[in-house]
Nanobody, 124 residues
Framework: QVQLVESGGGLVQAGGSLRLSCASSGRTFSTYFMAWFRQAPGKEREFVAAISWDGRFTWSSDSVKGRFTISRDNAKNTMSLQMNALKPEDTAVYYC?????????????????WGQGTQVTVSS
């Protein structure tokens, strides 16, 4: 069993920064990809960023590229998302996820385990 818990969400003004963290517990898989997704009310779940098992490779959506940075610390079983220059359109519930991903690293279907989500609200 793998459990993921997000933290760090909150309310921030446009242009501000937040750092989200995801802690894993239970059985972990060193070869699993980890990723962040977000979902705003009335919208589909959206890919944000992903990172390979060894942290060598990262992927980001066009909407956050250059503003968000994903990282992981396998020794601590944690993953982080540093969010800078936040915009109102970044407002959503952010979820961390882990799984085999493979060719589906930008799709929710590529991930087997999910956190409960943390709310990020960016005011204009």
């Amino acid at each position: 069993q793998v459990q993921l818990v997000e933290s760090g969400g909150g309310l921030v003004q446009a242009g501000g920064s937040l750092r989200l963290s995801c802690a894993s517990s239970g059985r972990t898989f060193s070869t699993y990809f980890m990723a962040w997704f977000r979902q705003a009310p009335g919208k589909e779940r959206e890919f944000v960023a992903a990172i390979s098992w060894d942290g060598r490779f990262t992927w980001s959506s066009d909407s956050v590229k250059g503003r968000f940075t994903i990282s992981r610390d396998n020794a601590k079983n944690t993953m982080s998302l540093q969010m800078n220059a936040l915009k109102p359109e970044d407002t959503a519930v952010y979820y961390c996820a882990t799984g085999a991903a493979g060719s589906k690293l930008r799709m929710p279907q590529g991930y087997d385990y999910w956190g409960q989500g943390t709310q990020v609200t960016v005011s204009s």
